[in-house]
Each structure stands twice: as structure tokens, then as C-alpha cells.
């Protein structure tokens, strides 16, 4: 089975631009979560979504959104970026969403704000 | 609010040594996840424990789980450098679907 793809994998935007992150769970996953890792911070819970509906919200402001799809797969967009934006966000996907479920992570995309 | 607080934060040691992780909450969790992520890549699930008292070894890995379940401890027997990586712990309560996520232990193993 392929892994969980995210695109793009690197990115560079500037202050007040919007982006939008695209990831692709492994197959037959039904369960999408997305985090953001700082070094500081670590890996903050933004949301998780199960069939097309968010189950799940982090404390992060409403710039953040996001949805997934019929397929499953989802994006996660970002608007009026701010340079505390700056992170790697990743993306994990797992068959169910039980609280024993192994989350597969992607890669994650890379987003820098100047 | 929950929190899992992990040390030490960064460490660096020589081939060969031994090294102990540490992941301490003062909350219950009903389970609790170890990952391992290298530069470039996502986090990689090791184990998850679930049971206090609980002890599971994965090759030179040794973990336990709190009798408690308010902690946890990642032990690794003579290092290697294909060790080096950011080790996570995450704890799960059962509440929701939310994982509560340690800030990570940098690991690098000079050869």
C-alpha cells in the first residue's frame, strides 16, 4: 500500500497570502488528522476529520480550515498568513479513529512566511 | 488542560552508551504511544502501551508504562547511530479523539 502523501512538500508564501496543503490518506483510511510542529511547540492537534465531517478541533483560530472529501482526501487551508504560521504540517491518516488507532504520518509540507 | 511533558530535550552520546527518555503527565492516560521521526520524514509509530506496569522491548528498545499511567520511559541499550531521531510520546485518554503530544526528545548518537 502506497503511504500518505502530502503536496506540496515545500513552500514559501508571504504575510497576509492564504495556502492551501493537499494530503492523501492510505487507502481505505477513513480518518484524516492535521498537525502543525514547531520545535518549541511540538506537534499541535489542528483538526481531524472522518467521512467528510470535522470530528475534532485544536485551539488554533478560525484562519485555519479545512475538509476532506469523498475519497477521503483532504486539505487544509490557511488564510492571512502570519510568520508564526511558519511550521511543517503534517498529516496522518488511520482506518477508524479509535483511541488505540496507529496514526501513518506523511512526509508533511514545509510552509514558510516571510 | 492536559500535558505530557518529555526529557530530556535534546541528547547527545557516544556509540555503545545507554540512555533513558522520559515522558511524565499528571493525567491518567488510557494508552500511550512512542514515535520516532527522522529529519524530512513523519513520526513512525514503536509501540503503544496500555496496561500500568506495562513493559514492551523492540530489539535494543525497552518501554514501560507508569503503574500509575501517568508515565512513561523509552530505554535504549547500546546506541547506535541509526537510533539518532526525535522521539515522541503521545497519550491518549479516551475522552476524544485527540492524542496529547510530548514536545519530543532530540537523540543523537555519535559514532
Not at chain 1, 503536496?7 to 492523501?24: A, D, E, F, H, W
Not at chain 1, 481531524?48 to 483532504?74: A, D
Not at chain 2, 502501551?49 to 518501554?63: D, H, P, S
Request: glycine share 10%; hydrophobic share 30%; with cysteine.
Amino acid at each position: 500500500k502506497a503511504g500518505v502523501t502530502q503536496t506540496p512538500r515545500y513552500l514559501i508564501k508571504t504575510r497576509g497570502q492564504q495556502v492551501t496543503l493537499s494530503c492523501s490518506p492510505i487507502s481505505g483510511h477513513r480518518s484524516v488528522s492535521w498537525y502543525q510542529q514547531t520545535p518549541g511547540q511540538g506537534l499541535q492537534f489542528l483538526f481531524e476529520y472522518f467521512s467528510e465531517t470535522q470530528r475534532n478541533k485544536g485551539n488554533f483560530p478560525g484562519r485555519f480550515s479545512g475538509r476532506q472529501f469523498s475519497n477521503s482526501r483532504s486539505e487544509m487551508n490557511v488564510s492571512t498568513l502570519e510568520l508564526g504560521d511558519s511550521a511543517l504540517y503534517l498529516c496522518a491518516s488511520s482506518p477508524e479513529r479509535e483511541w488505540t488507532d496507529t496514526q501513518y504520518f506523511g512526509p508533511g509540507t514545509r510552509l514558510t512566511v516571510l | 488542560t492536559q500535558l505530557l511533558e518529555q526529557s530530556p530535550q535534546f541528547l547527545s552520546i557516544q556509540e555503545g552508551e545507554n540512555l533513558t527518555v522520559y515522558c511524565n503527565s499528571s493525567s491518567v492516560f488510557s494508552s500511550l504511544q512512542w514515535y520516532r521521526q527522522e529529519p524530512g520524514e513523519g513520526p513512525v509509530l514503536l509501540v503503544t502501551v496500555v496496561t500500568g506496569g506495562e513493559v514492551k522491548k523492540l530489539k535494543r528498545l525497552t518501554f514501560q508504562f507508569g503503574d500509575a499511567r501517568k508515565d512513561s520511559s523509552l530505554h535504549i541499550t547500546a546506541a547506535q547511530p541509526g537510533d539518532t531521531g526525535l522521539y515522541l510520546c503521545a497519550g491518549a485518554s479516551g475522552r476524544n479523539y485527540q492524542l496529547i503530544w510530548g514536545a519530543g526528545t532530540k537523540l543523537i548518537i555519535k559514532p
